[in-house]
């Protein structure tokens, strides 16, 4: 399919930067996603993953200051007024959260709160409504679908109720699905599940997905392109075949060695020393500088910018990991994670 | 559901008898009605007479027979200074209350609950402390002092509203007003409170995220889950209705219960108070079962029976 240049990318956000009652959380985010790609973002809780989405999508709350660009194909969303956000929210970029049972509304049907989406962004009201909700139920997995389509939250279990936050995103057809975590808060039998469910919906609607987690294994799985963040940065950018095998930024291999392995010899975990910055005292330098082994006095005063390097990568690291060689890899992305 | 709706019968009944028969034996020893009645220079013999006539002379437990008898007979009893049914009496003021609090609760309703939902949404505003300034004023100046207030610049100063009676609606302005005062500040306050709490939730969120116009997240999403605080103040102030008006009826010289109970208390007419608080026992205790009910179908999780 040929792409010309203004089309290639779904979304592009530009110097991204948020700040909430003065304090800066988000320092310029530049970062594209494709039509149909899946991307990760990986980092700790804190370090602004969500925040960079919501911001996109205008749903930070009034006090926060967002500047920068958000562009869907082409077209600034960024400052553009609510009557535009609102219909690029689950009509074209869908967002589904981390909370599943506290994400839907409780005092609302569940069938309501599905058909409500299609009625915005497809005009289906009454019956039809009624039968294309059922469809996306069935879809996700809700079994029995049609009785329980006037059922509540908190008779569905967490992860039904994730499934259910799915189905409503899927309501509009949007290009691109933000899940914001969308396991965390669920049982690890119950995460594998959901992962599958959103390959197999990637896969069949051929929309874009950003995954945002703290898992890198649940990354892995979804994702082709990972981005690390780090204190309202990226710091590493690649694909997750990169990443997995080469770890550049000291931080992203803090990262794989805080991972416990089933495989292998049994070693003690390594932790990252330290605790991720408070905002409103972040270092001069690399924000990273203070808990990382590698530190040098100009880490200390210079901030380092994300710079694409000769593999394919984007780097922001004055004093980065060397590349392993070819053959020699650390640790290559566990076979079972991508298939 | 019958369980349900048993249980809270009876308990409705016990609270109403509780009431009962509190203010029977208040009552009875806070004052004896033959002398409150018939003045201090009455010859002995007439007192002993009228105790008789109206059974004063038993003991206190088997007037509280005779009372619970004739109360389960539909007799309310006999006023002593009106000769009439305590009942018709009572019942015949209950219009000219209800022409004050119910025009006095609609006031609250529509101001206090859109100020607290505006206050709510512009937080930290300018209009937002407006409210809560306004809201604190309201509910924590006293009806008395409100209603001379208002007397004081629209009766006095401007001379445009009567101060007292009961002639013309004109007349019921200042009491409707001086009633309602204190409610919108109180329904504002929790309004905006339980919008607060709610619009922080993720299911807001969830809401917005979808595409949702500000107004449809609002009304459609925050406000229904907004709304049980809200019902029970408004419970009370339904419950209210006949009893909430004492102080400003007495102010404007308004005719309605509360008049006829300050009289009644006073001149010790056992009957009519008895009568009186009977009927406010049970306005309060129908409008909280109401309320119990509407929990229910405001709130899915209160309805289904595996949720505690």
């Known amino acids: ?339 | 559901m019958i369980r349900f709706v048993l249980v809270r019968v009876m308990r409705a009944v016990i609270t109403i008898l509780a009431v009962m028969t509190f203010a029977f034996v208040v009552l009875r020893m806070s004052g004896d009605p033959a002398e409150v009645m018939l003045g201090p220079d009455v010859p002995q013999n007439v007192i002993e007479a009228f105790r008789k006539s109206w059974g004063l002379d038993q003991p206190l437990w088997i007037q509280y027979l005779a009372y619970l008898k004739s109360i389960f007979t539909g007799d309310f009893g006999v006023s002593m200074r009106d000769k009439a049914p305590a009942l018709q009496l009572v019942l015949e003021r209950v219009p000219a209350t209800l022409q004050l609090t119910v025009p006095a609760l609609i006031l609250k309703l529509l101001i206090g609950i859109p100020a607290g939902v505006y206050a709510a949404l512009h937080r930290q505003s300018f209009a937002d402390r407006g409210v809560i300034l306004l809201a604190i004023l309201g509910f924590t100046i006293p009806s008395f002092v409100m209603g001379l207030l208002l007397v004081l610049i629209f009766s006095v100063t401007l001379g445009v509203l009567p101060s007292g009676g009961q002639e013309t609606w004109v007349h019921g302005i200042l009491p409707t007003l001086t009633m309602s005062v204190g409610g919108v500040g109180i329904l504002a306050r929790f309004s905006r409170s339980a919008m607060i709490e709610v619009m922080g939730q993720p299911y807001i969120r969830t809401a917005s995220a979808k595409g949702l116009k500000w107004r449809d997240v609002v009304w459609g999403h925050a406000l229904p889950n907004a709304a049980v605080p809200i019902v029970t103040i408004v419970g009370f102030m339904v419950g209210s209705l006949i009893a909430g008006a004492v102080v400003v009826e007495s102010i404007f010289s308004w005719p309605g219960i509360g008049r006829l109970l300050i009289v009644s208390v006073s001149n010790r007419d056992l009957a009519v108070v008895q009568c009186i608080l009977l009927i406010v026992a049970a306005t309060m205790v129908v409008s909280n079962l109401v309320v119990d009910l509407l929990y229910g179908w405001l709130d899915p999780r209160l309805r289904s029976p595996a949720s505690h």
């Open chain 1, 1 to 339: 399919m040929a792409m010309t240049a203004a089309t290639a990318n779904l979304v592009e956000l530009r110097n991204l930067k948020v700040a909430f009652d003065g304090v800066q959380v988000l320092h310029g985010i530049d970062l594209d996603v494709a039509r149909g790609e899946a991307l990760g973002l990986v980092g700790e809780s804190g370090c602004g993953k969500s925040v960079t989405w919501l911001a996109a999508l205008g749903l930070l709350p009034g006090k926060a200051s967002v500047t920068g660009s958000v562009r869907l194909e082409g077209r600034e969303l960024c400052g553009s007024p609510r009557s535009t956000l609102e219909q690029v929210r689950g009509g074209r970029i869908a967002m589904i959260f981390q909370d599943p049972s506290s994400s839907l509304n409780p005092v609302l049907s569940i069938g309501r709160q599905i058909t409500e989406a299609l009625a915005i962004h497809r005009g289906l009201r009454g019956e039809a409504a009624k039968t294309e909700a059922l469809r996306l139920m069935d879809m996700v997995g809700i079994p029995d679908a049609r009785r329980r389509f006037d059922l509540y939250t908190h008779e569905f279990s967490g992860g039904q109720c994730q499934r259910l936050m799915i189905a409503m995103a899927l309501a509009g057809k949007p290009d691109l699905l933000i899940a914001d975590e969308p396991t965390t808060a669920l049982d690890a039998t119950i995460q594998a599940q959901i992962l599958d469910l959103l390959i197999r919906l990637q896969a069949e609607t051929g929309m874009a997905l950003v995954f945002i987690s703290h898992d890198l294994g649940a990354v892995s799985q979804v994702c082709e392109r990972v981005c690390v963040m780090y204190a309202g940065r990226i710091v590493e950018e690649g694909s997750v075949a990169q990443l997995f095998s080469s770890p550049r930024h000291p931080y992203t291999r803090g990262l794989f060695d805080a991972i416990p392995r089933i495989d292998g010899p049994r070693k003690r975990l390594i932790p990252i020393p330290g605790t991720v910055p408070n905002p409103k005292t972040l270092p001069q330098g690399c924000a990273f500088a203070p808990r990382c082994s590698r530190t040098t006095a100009f880490c200390e005063t210079s901030p380092p910018s994300l710079l694409p390097q000769k593999d394919g990568r984007k780097l922001a690291c004055a004093h980065p990991i060397e590349l392993a060689v070819a053959g020699k890899a650390e640790r290559k992305v566990p076979e079972d994670l991508l298939q």
